[in-house]
Protein backbone atom coordinates (compact mmCIF):
# COMPACT_ATOMS: atom_id res chain seq x y z
CA UNK A 1 0.00 0.00 0.00
CA UNK A 2 1.28 3.41 -1.05
CA UNK A 3 0.52 6.66 0.73
CA UNK A 4 -0.05 9.92 -0.01
CA UNK A 5 0.37 13.35 1.95
CA UNK A 6 -3.55 13.01 1.63
CA UNK A 7 -3.27 10.14 4.72
CA UNK A 8 -1.54 12.10 6.94
CA UNK A 9 -3.96 12.92 9.56
CA UNK A 10 -3.21 16.59 11.95
CA UNK A 11 -2.76 15.24 15.18
CA UNK A 12 -1.62 18.69 16.79
CA UNK A 13 -0.63 22.10 15.94
CA UNK A 14 2.08 23.31 12.94
CA UNK A 15 1.90 20.37 11.60
CA UNK A 16 2.41 17.23 13.60
CA UNK A 17 0.59 14.44 12.38
CA UNK A 18 -0.74 11.40 13.53
CA UNK A 19 1.61 8.70 15.11
CA UNK A 20 -0.71 6.15 13.13
CA UNK A 21 1.45 6.61 9.73
CA UNK A 22 4.38 4.75 11.58
CA UNK A 23 1.93 1.71 11.80
CA UNK A 24 0.81 1.30 8.63
CA UNK A 25 2.35 -0.29 5.61
CA UNK A 26 3.75 1.78 2.73
CA UNK A 27 4.76 4.45 5.15
CA UNK A 28 8.09 5.12 4.08
CA UNK A 29 7.15 5.27 0.17
CA UNK A 30 4.97 8.15 1.31
CA UNK A 31 8.06 9.80 2.31
CA UNK A 32 9.73 8.65 -0.89
CA UNK A 33 7.50 10.95 -2.93
CA UNK A 34 9.65 13.72 -1.59
CA UNK A 35 12.86 11.17 -3.72
CA UNK A 36 13.30 11.50 -7.71
CA UNK A 37 11.16 8.68 -8.64
CA UNK A 38 14.19 5.58 -9.35
CA UNK A 39 14.07 4.85 -12.58
CA UNK A 40 16.65 2.34 -14.18
CA UNK A 41 20.42 2.63 -12.77
CA UNK A 42 23.84 2.68 -13.86
CA UNK A 43 25.84 0.37 -12.09
CA UNK A 44 28.46 2.35 -10.19
CA UNK A 45 32.37 1.03 -9.81
CA UNK A 46 31.57 -0.25 -6.73
CA UNK A 47 29.09 -2.85 -7.99
CA UNK A 48 31.17 -4.20 -11.51
CA UNK A 49 34.78 -5.43 -9.14
CA UNK A 50 35.28 -7.72 -6.30
CA UNK A 51 35.29 -6.13 -3.20
CA UNK A 52 37.24 -6.20 0.20
CA UNK A 53 37.75 -9.25 1.67
CA UNK A 54 36.66 -10.29 5.12
CA UNK A 55 38.59 -9.60 8.28
CA UNK A 56 38.83 -10.98 11.93
CA UNK A 57 36.91 -7.56 13.47
CA UNK A 58 34.80 -5.20 11.96
CA UNK A 59 35.05 -1.38 11.95
CA UNK A 60 32.10 1.09 10.54
CA UNK A 61 31.92 2.52 7.37
CA UNK A 62 35.11 5.27 6.62
CA UNK A 63 32.05 7.27 5.42
CA UNK A 64 30.47 7.13 9.11
CA UNK A 65 34.03 8.24 10.76
CA UNK A 66 32.19 11.19 12.01
CA UNK A 67 30.37 9.56 14.24
CA UNK A 68 32.34 9.34 17.46
CA UNK A 69 32.23 10.50 21.24
CA UNK A 70 31.91 13.96 21.91
CA UNK A 71 32.39 16.50 24.41
CA UNK A 72 35.61 14.79 25.83
CA UNK A 73 36.35 16.77 28.78
CA UNK A 74 39.15 16.00 30.80
CA UNK A 75 39.43 17.55 34.17
CA UNK A 76 42.51 19.82 34.71
CA UNK A 77 45.66 17.99 36.52
CA UNK A 78 44.71 14.53 35.47
CA UNK A 79 45.39 11.91 33.35
CA UNK A 80 42.11 10.11 31.97
CA UNK A 81 39.44 12.06 34.15
CA UNK A 82 36.64 13.27 32.81
CA UNK A 83 33.65 12.28 30.38
CA UNK A 84 32.75 11.58 27.15
CA UNK A 85 29.70 11.53 25.33
CA UNK A 86 27.62 9.39 22.76
CA UNK A 87 27.10 10.91 19.71
CA UNK A 88 22.99 10.31 20.44
CA UNK A 89 22.16 12.65 17.12
CA UNK A 90 23.75 9.90 14.56
CA UNK A 91 22.28 6.98 16.21
CA UNK A 92 19.05 5.36 15.95
CA UNK A 93 17.60 2.27 17.86
CA UNK A 94 17.69 1.40 21.60
CA UNK A 95 20.77 -0.13 21.86
CA UNK A 96 24.64 2.40 22.12
CA UNK A 97 27.41 0.37 20.16
CA UNK A 98 30.05 -0.27 22.77
CA UNK A 99 32.65 1.96 20.99
CA UNK A 100 30.39 4.93 21.69
CA UNK A 101 29.22 3.82 25.09
CA UNK A 102 29.56 7.11 27.08
CA UNK A 103 32.69 7.22 29.64
CA UNK A 104 33.15 8.76 32.89
CA UNK A 105 36.12 7.78 34.80
CA UNK A 106 37.53 9.74 37.77
CA UNK A 107 40.84 8.32 37.59
CA UNK A 108 41.64 6.81 33.78
CA UNK A 109 40.92 3.57 32.66
CA UNK A 110 43.32 0.82 34.52
CA UNK A 111 44.68 -1.49 32.75
CA UNK A 112 43.54 -4.92 34.70
CA UNK A 113 45.05 -8.22 34.05
CA UNK A 114 42.04 -10.09 34.33
CA UNK A 115 43.58 -13.12 35.37
CA UNK A 116 45.05 -11.33 38.68
CA UNK A 117 41.31 -9.66 39.09
CA UNK A 118 39.83 -10.67 41.81
CA UNK A 119 36.28 -9.49 43.46
CA UNK A 120 35.94 -9.67 47.24
CA UNK A 121 32.44 -10.08 49.11
CA UNK A 122 33.08 -9.69 52.96
CA UNK A 123 31.48 -7.34 55.90
CA UNK A 124 28.19 -8.80 57.49
CA UNK A 125 28.37 -12.37 55.97
CA UNK A 126 28.75 -15.74 57.13
CA UNK A 127 31.28 -17.02 54.79
CA UNK A 128 33.62 -14.19 52.69
CA UNK A 129 34.02 -15.58 49.37
CA UNK A 130 36.29 -14.65 46.39
CA UNK A 131 35.77 -14.83 42.81
CA UNK A 132 37.66 -14.52 39.50
CA UNK A 133 36.15 -14.08 36.24
CA UNK A 134 36.70 -18.06 35.19
CA UNK A 135 34.68 -18.51 38.67
CA UNK A 136 32.11 -16.31 37.65
CA UNK A 137 31.85 -17.29 34.55
CA UNK A 138 30.21 -20.66 35.70
CA UNK A 139 27.14 -19.31 37.77
CA UNK A 140 23.50 -18.64 36.45
CA UNK A 141 23.99 -16.05 34.05
CA UNK A 142 21.48 -13.24 33.20
CA UNK A 143 21.35 -10.25 30.17
CA UNK A 144 19.15 -7.52 29.81
CA UNK A 145 18.96 -4.41 27.80
CA UNK A 146 19.16 -1.36 30.23
CA UNK A 147 19.82 2.43 29.98
CA UNK A 148 23.33 3.64 32.08
CA UNK A 149 23.14 7.80 32.61
CA UNK A 150 25.58 9.90 34.92
CA UNK A 151 23.64 12.00 36.84
CA UNK A 152 25.33 15.40 36.17
CA UNK A 153 23.86 14.58 32.54
CA UNK A 154 22.40 17.51 30.99
CA UNK A 155 23.50 19.40 34.28
CA UNK A 156 24.20 22.92 31.89
CA UNK A 157 20.61 22.74 31.37
CA UNK A 158 20.80 24.78 34.34
CA UNK A 159 23.13 27.57 32.92
CA UNK A 160 21.05 30.70 32.55
CA UNK A 161 21.79 30.62 28.98
CA UNK A 162 20.70 27.77 26.62
CA UNK A 163 24.34 26.56 25.44
CA UNK A 164 24.76 25.83 21.96
CA UNK A 165 26.12 22.54 21.32
CA UNK A 166 25.24 18.71 19.85
CA UNK A 167 22.65 16.92 21.19
CA UNK A 168 25.19 14.24 22.50
CA UNK A 169 27.36 16.98 24.12
CA UNK A 170 24.40 18.18 26.16
CA UNK A 171 22.57 14.75 26.81
CA UNK A 172 25.08 11.85 25.84
CA UNK A 173 25.91 11.23 29.38
CA UNK A 174 23.49 8.37 28.68
CA UNK A 175 23.73 4.92 26.72
CA UNK A 176 21.81 1.78 26.58
CA UNK A 177 23.36 -2.09 26.50
CA UNK A 178 22.87 -5.32 26.74
CA UNK A 179 24.27 -5.89 30.47
CA UNK A 180 25.31 -9.46 31.15
CA UNK A 181 26.39 -11.30 34.46
CA UNK A 182 25.97 -12.82 37.36
CA UNK A 183 23.02 -11.16 39.72
CA UNK A 184 24.35 -9.96 42.60
CA UNK A 185 21.78 -12.03 45.02
CA UNK A 186 23.13 -15.07 43.88
CA UNK A 187 26.72 -14.06 44.93
CA UNK A 188 24.89 -12.40 47.99
CA UNK A 189 22.95 -15.78 49.02
CA UNK A 190 26.19 -17.96 48.77
CA UNK A 191 28.14 -15.43 50.98
CA UNK A 192 24.92 -15.78 53.44
CA UNK A 193 24.14 -11.91 54.25
CA UNK A 194 23.80 -11.74 58.50
CA UNK A 195 20.74 -10.26 59.81
CA UNK A 196 22.30 -6.90 60.67
CA UNK A 197 24.01 -6.44 57.28
CA UNK A 198 21.45 -3.86 55.50
CA UNK A 199 23.87 -2.49 52.53
CA UNK A 200 26.71 -2.83 51.12
CA UNK A 201 29.94 -0.85 50.30
CA UNK A 202 31.17 -1.51 46.70
CA UNK A 203 34.63 -0.33 45.29
CA UNK A 204 36.67 -0.22 41.90
CA UNK A 205 40.18 -0.81 41.14
CA UNK A 206 41.39 2.24 39.63
CA UNK A 207 42.93 4.88 41.67
CA UNK A 208 40.14 6.58 42.54
CA UNK A 209 38.88 4.11 44.73
CA UNK A 210 35.70 4.91 43.93
CA UNK A 211 33.10 3.45 46.26
CA UNK A 212 29.27 3.81 47.15
CA UNK A 213 27.24 2.47 49.51
CA UNK A 214 24.23 0.29 48.41
CA UNK A 215 21.08 -0.53 50.27
CA UNK A 216 21.00 -4.23 50.33
CA UNK A 217 17.23 -3.97 48.96
CA UNK A 218 18.40 -3.21 45.61
CA UNK A 219 21.25 -5.13 45.69
CA UNK A 220 19.13 -8.38 46.23
CA UNK A 221 16.59 -7.12 43.17
CA UNK A 222 18.10 -6.64 40.04
CA UNK A 223 21.78 -5.79 40.68
CA UNK A 224 24.60 -7.65 38.56
CA UNK A 225 27.85 -7.78 38.70
CA UNK A 226 28.49 -7.30 34.79
CA UNK A 227 31.09 -9.53 32.72
CA UNK A 228 29.60 -8.94 29.05
CA UNK A 229 28.19 -5.91 27.33
CA UNK A 230 26.34 -6.31 24.00
CA UNK A 231 27.57 -9.90 24.08
CA UNK A 232 31.21 -9.33 24.52
CA UNK A 233 33.60 -8.89 27.21
CA UNK A 234 33.29 -5.69 28.78
CA UNK A 235 35.08 -2.94 27.48
CA UNK A 236 38.42 -1.64 29.33
CA UNK A 237 36.73 1.77 29.53
CA UNK A 238 33.77 0.13 30.76
CA UNK A 239 34.64 -1.54 33.39
CA UNK A 240 36.37 -4.57 32.48
CA UNK A 241 36.95 -7.29 33.49
CA UNK A 242 33.64 -6.97 35.76
CA UNK A 243 31.27 -4.23 37.10
CA UNK A 244 28.66 -3.49 39.70
CA UNK A 245 25.51 -2.48 37.83
CA UNK A 246 21.91 -1.19 39.10
CA UNK A 247 19.84 -0.85 36.60
CA UNK A 248 17.69 2.52 36.42
CA UNK A 249 20.41 3.90 38.89
CA UNK A 250 22.34 7.05 38.53
CA UNK A 251 25.85 5.98 36.83
CA UNK A 252 27.95 6.57 39.57
CA UNK A 253 26.64 3.69 42.32
CA UNK A 254 27.48 1.21 39.16
CA UNK A 255 30.78 0.81 40.36
CA UNK A 256 33.89 -0.33 37.51
CA UNK A 257 36.58 -2.35 37.67
CA UNK A 258 34.69 -4.01 41.34
CA UNK A 259 37.23 -4.96 43.53
CA UNK A 260 35.45 -5.72 47.25
CA UNK A 261 31.93 -5.83 48.23
CA UNK A 262 31.75 -5.18 51.87
CA UNK A 263 28.45 -5.76 53.54
CA UNK A 264 27.25 -3.79 56.16
CA UNK A 265 24.81 -2.08 58.58
CA UNK A 266 24.48 1.08 57.10
CA UNK A 267 25.96 3.43 54.24
CA UNK A 268 29.75 4.38 54.66
CA UNK A 269 28.61 7.83 53.46
CA UNK A 270 32.17 7.57 50.90
CA UNK A 271 33.69 10.43 49.15
CA UNK A 272 31.81 10.12 46.23
CA UNK A 273 28.03 10.07 47.86
CA UNK A 274 28.50 12.79 49.71
CA UNK A 275 31.13 15.83 48.23
CA UNK A 276 29.44 14.40 44.79
CA UNK A 277 26.00 13.81 43.60
CA UNK A 278 24.22 14.51 46.19
CA UNK A 279 21.57 17.25 45.63
CA UNK A 280 21.44 20.40 47.41
CA UNK A 281 17.92 22.26 47.95
CA UNK A 282 16.65 25.26 48.43
CA UNK A 283 17.36 25.70 52.47
CA UNK A 284 20.61 25.00 52.36
CA UNK A 285 20.76 21.06 53.33
CA UNK A 286 21.35 18.09 50.94
CA UNK A 287 19.27 15.11 50.13
CA UNK A 288 20.31 11.85 51.09
CA UNK A 289 20.75 10.08 47.95
CA UNK A 290 18.55 10.01 44.69
CA UNK A 291 18.46 7.28 43.45
CA UNK A 292 16.50 6.60 40.51
CA UNK A 293 16.83 8.75 37.61
CA UNK A 294 13.97 10.32 36.67
CA UNK A 295 11.73 10.07 33.42
CA UNK A 296 13.46 12.17 30.81
CA UNK A 297 13.27 12.22 26.69
CA UNK A 298 15.20 14.18 24.28
CA UNK A 299 14.55 14.48 20.72
CA UNK A 300 17.68 13.20 18.62
CA UNK A 301 16.33 14.64 15.54
CA UNK A 302 16.07 17.21 14.43
CA UNK A 303 19.19 18.57 16.69
CA UNK A 304 21.74 20.94 16.24
CA UNK A 305 23.70 20.06 12.91
CA UNK A 306 21.70 17.95 11.31
CA UNK A 307 19.95 20.80 8.99
CA UNK A 308 16.77 20.37 7.95
CA UNK A 309 16.89 21.05 3.62
CA UNK A 310 13.63 21.72 2.64
CA UNK A 311 10.00 21.52 3.69
CA UNK A 312 7.82 18.98 3.82
CA UNK A 313 7.40 15.79 5.75
CA UNK A 314 9.97 15.44 8.69
CA UNK A 315 10.52 12.35 11.34
CA UNK A 316 10.90 13.65 14.45
CA UNK A 317 13.08 10.88 16.75
CA UNK A 318 14.42 10.28 20.06
CA UNK A 319 14.77 8.56 23.24
CA UNK A 320 13.06 8.20 26.05
CA UNK A 321 13.58 6.22 29.43
CA UNK A 322 12.81 6.26 33.48
CA UNK A 323 15.06 4.83 36.18
CA UNK A 324 11.64 3.49 37.70
CA UNK A 325 10.27 1.36 34.68
CA UNK A 326 8.97 1.15 31.11
CA UNK A 327 7.98 4.17 29.29
CA UNK A 328 4.59 4.42 29.03
CA UNK A 329 4.13 6.99 26.91
CA UNK A 330 5.91 9.82 24.47
CA UNK A 331 4.38 13.39 23.66
CA UNK A 332 5.60 16.03 21.04
CA UNK A 333 4.78 19.08 20.10
CA UNK A 334 5.76 21.14 16.90
CA UNK A 335 4.69 24.25 18.61
CA UNK A 336 6.43 25.87 21.70
CA UNK A 337 4.33 23.59 24.24
CA UNK A 338 0.89 24.89 23.08
CA UNK A 339 -0.28 21.87 21.82
CA UNK A 340 0.69 17.84 22.13
CA UNK A 341 0.16 14.83 20.07
CA UNK A 342 1.42 11.05 21.09
CA UNK A 343 4.71 9.76 19.41
CA UNK A 344 4.72 6.35 18.01
CA UNK A 345 6.89 3.96 20.35
CA UNK A 346 9.62 1.37 18.70
CA UNK A 347 8.81 -2.10 19.58
CA UNK A 348 10.83 -2.85 22.37
CA UNK A 349 9.99 -1.01 25.34
CA UNK A 350 11.75 -2.02 28.23
CA UNK A 351 12.19 -1.21 31.28
CA UNK A 352 14.63 0.94 32.64
CA UNK A 353 15.51 1.03 29.06
CA UNK A 354 16.03 3.72 26.38
CA UNK A 355 12.59 3.70 24.35
CA UNK A 356 12.25 4.85 20.50
CA UNK A 357 10.00 7.72 19.80
CA UNK A 358 8.94 8.51 16.73
CA UNK A 359 6.47 11.03 15.01
CA UNK A 360 5.82 12.58 11.75
CA UNK A 361 5.76 16.45 11.00
CA UNK A 362 4.49 18.04 8.60
CA UNK A 363 7.12 20.68 8.61
CA UNK A 364 6.16 24.41 6.41
CA UNK A 365 9.45 25.90 6.54
CA UNK A 366 8.68 28.18 9.61
CA UNK A 367 10.50 28.89 12.79
CA UNK A 368 9.43 25.98 14.85
CA UNK A 369 10.00 24.94 18.64
CA UNK A 370 9.56 21.36 19.07
CA UNK A 371 9.61 19.35 22.32
CA UNK A 372 8.82 16.12 23.85
CA UNK A 373 7.50 15.07 27.22
CA UNK A 374 7.83 11.38 28.57
CA UNK A 375 5.68 9.52 30.86
CA UNK A 376 6.69 6.03 32.57
CA UNK A 377 4.48 2.96 33.99
CA UNK A 378 4.70 4.41 37.38
CA UNK A 379 2.65 7.78 36.60
CA UNK A 380 5.62 9.73 36.37
CA UNK A 381 5.41 13.10 34.17
CA UNK A 382 8.85 14.71 32.93
CA UNK A 383 8.76 18.06 34.59
CA UNK A 384 8.84 21.18 32.51
CA UNK A 385 12.04 23.16 32.81
CA UNK A 386 10.31 26.15 35.64
CA UNK A 387 9.27 22.97 38.24
CA UNK A 388 12.44 21.39 37.80
CA UNK A 389 13.81 24.12 39.77
CA UNK A 390 11.33 23.83 42.37
CA UNK A 391 12.95 23.10 46.22
CA UNK A 392 16.59 22.92 44.42
CA UNK A 393 19.61 25.14 45.63
CA UNK A 394 20.78 27.34 42.66
CA UNK A 395 23.85 25.59 41.62
CA UNK A 396 23.01 22.11 41.58
CA UNK A 397 22.91 20.51 38.34
CA UNK A 398 22.38 16.57 39.07
CA UNK A 399 19.62 14.64 38.07
CA UNK A 400 18.18 16.95 35.83
CA UNK A 401 15.59 16.00 33.54
CA UNK A 402 13.21 18.30 32.51
CA UNK A 403 11.80 18.64 29.33
CA UNK A 404 13.72 20.03 26.63
CA UNK A 405 13.19 22.06 23.18
CA UNK A 406 14.82 22.74 20.07
CA UNK A 407 14.43 25.44 17.80
CA UNK A 408 14.22 24.63 14.02
CA UNK A 409 14.65 28.46 12.28
CA UNK A 410 13.48 29.19 8.73
CA UNK A 411 16.73 27.94 7.75
CA UNK A 412 16.21 24.27 8.99
CA UNK A 413 18.87 24.47 11.58
CA UNK A 414 18.24 23.70 15.04
CA UNK A 415 19.12 25.73 18.22
CA UNK A 416 18.83 25.09 21.84
CA UNK A 417 16.34 27.47 23.46
CA UNK A 418 14.77 27.43 27.10
CA UNK A 419 10.85 27.10 26.90
N1 LIG B 1 35.62 2.47 39.66
C1 LIG B 1 34.91 3.45 39.09
N2 LIG B 1 33.61 3.23 38.84
C2 LIG B 1 32.86 4.19 38.26
C3 LIG B 1 33.46 5.45 37.91
C4 LIG B 1 34.83 5.63 38.16
O1 LIG B 1 35.42 6.69 37.86
N3 LIG B 1 35.53 4.62 38.76
N4 LIG B 1 32.65 6.43 37.37
C5 LIG B 1 31.22 6.31 37.70
C6 LIG B 1 30.38 7.26 37.01
S1 LIG B 1 30.32 8.84 37.62
C7 LIG B 1 29.54 6.86 35.99
S2 LIG B 1 28.43 7.91 35.32
C8 LIG B 1 29.64 5.51 35.41
C9 LIG B 1 30.06 5.62 33.97
O2 LIG B 1 30.17 4.37 33.38
P1 LIG B 1 30.77 4.23 31.92
O3 LIG B 1 32.10 4.91 31.89
O4 LIG B 1 30.79 2.78 31.63
O5 LIG B 1 29.80 4.95 31.01
O6 LIG B 1 30.57 4.69 36.08
C10 LIG B 1 30.69 4.91 37.47
N5 LIG B 1 31.57 3.93 38.03
MO1 LIG C 1 28.50 9.88 36.68
Known amino acids: MKTSPDDFVPAAGNGLLDRR ?59 GSGASRTPLEFLDGIITPSRLHFERHHSGIPDIDPRLHKLVIHGLVRRPLEFDVDALVRYPAVSRIQFLECSGNSGVLTAAEPVQASCGSIHGLVSASEWGGVPLSVLLDEAGVEPRGKWLVADGADAAMMSRSVPLEKAMDDAIVALYQNGEPLRPANGYPMRLFLPGWEGNISVKWLRTIKVTDGPAMTRDETSKYSDLREDGSARLFTFPMGVKSVITSPSPGLTMRQRGVYQIAGIAWSGAGRIARVQISVDGGNSWADAALDEHVLPKCLT ?27 PDRGSWFDGQSRGNFYHYNAVHAWQVGADGESTHVYV
Open 356 to 382: RFRAAWNWDGGPSVIMSRALDETGAIQ
Open 21 to 79: VFLRAGAAGSLGLLAASAGAQERPAWAKLPGEGMGPAGAPSKHEAHIRRGHLSLQTGTT
